[in-house]
């Protein structure tokens, strides 16, 4: 007798359909809990984890086990992200190379975001794939996200109800000849797909080599744009290419114009500064009064010297 729980993970056995070259019927079993990864994500309270997934799983076998086998409503399921698998929302590898010195607390989020995209179009201008259907490896793990908490905690309650009964589950039922082919066809399709159209494969390349070119110029004067402009504490980033000066002399003035901004405010912050100011303040006044005693002993030297003409 299968047992209906190892540690916190309940195991679903599922039925395997006979195959030509293996009449026998087999049983697969699948392990399930709640997911609670140690770094959680805003999805994670209402995601699901998923333990020895069959190889040939796919978001259409899982939402056909919940919503047709399990008794959840059709549309609860979110997605399904396998291990392994390529996901546009799961790219958040760009960052600190994309954010400006002076802007880097305030923008980050928004340069994150820009890295996600930039990312999901690298992924849509990929060369086209030569399969036509994913093959997990054995052992392999998956997280169904529902739409919400209340349909994992149903989905949750279903799968127990089913565990008691201790029934077997059909995998696949009611998705015959909705999937691409396994078995020979599949590797015949494979064969055909390795040699796409050539519009197909040109059209793949021009996409992703006008991605590439976009984003490296891009990347390209930001680093440029750090190399000139000072960040805060007043401090150029080094970056490979050398420092590159402004092309005019106008440019070259509006930015030490606005250094002076930035700096205004921070004259008088220290005491030692204030007593500076003061000294200089006096110097120049004994100085100007110097000058002007200079000015008053010369007036009068000239005054007794004057001859009235004849």
Known sequence: MIPMQIS??????????????????ATHYLYLRAHEPKIQ????????FLVNVPIDA???HFKGLFSTQLGLPNGRIEEVRFNGAKRASNILDLESTTVKPSQHAKSKKRKRGENIEDQAQFLE???????????????SSAIVVFVDRASMEAALKAVKRSCKAQKGIQWGDGLEGKLPALGSNRYLRHHQLTYPDKAQL??????????????????VRLLAQQRQEPDEDGFI???RGGRIGPARQEEAQEKLEKQKQKQKGLEDFYRFQTREKRKEKAGELIKKFEEDKQKVRKMREQRGKFRPEK
Request: aromatic share 10%.
């Open 58 to 60: 796919t978001d259409a």
């Open 237 to 239: 980033t080094v970056t």
């Open 202 to 219: 040109l059209e793949s390349v021009d996409s992703y080599m006008t991605t590439y070119a976009a984003r490296e110029a891009a990347r």
């Open 8 to 25: 916190d993970y309940y195991v679903i056995p599922l039925v395997l359909k006979p195959l030509a070259s293996f009449s026998t019927p």
């Open 41 to 48: 994500d805003p999805t994670t309270p209402r995601s699901l």
């Open 125 to 139: 201008a990929e060369m086209p794939s030569t399969w036509d259907r994913e093959i997990h490896t054995s052992g």
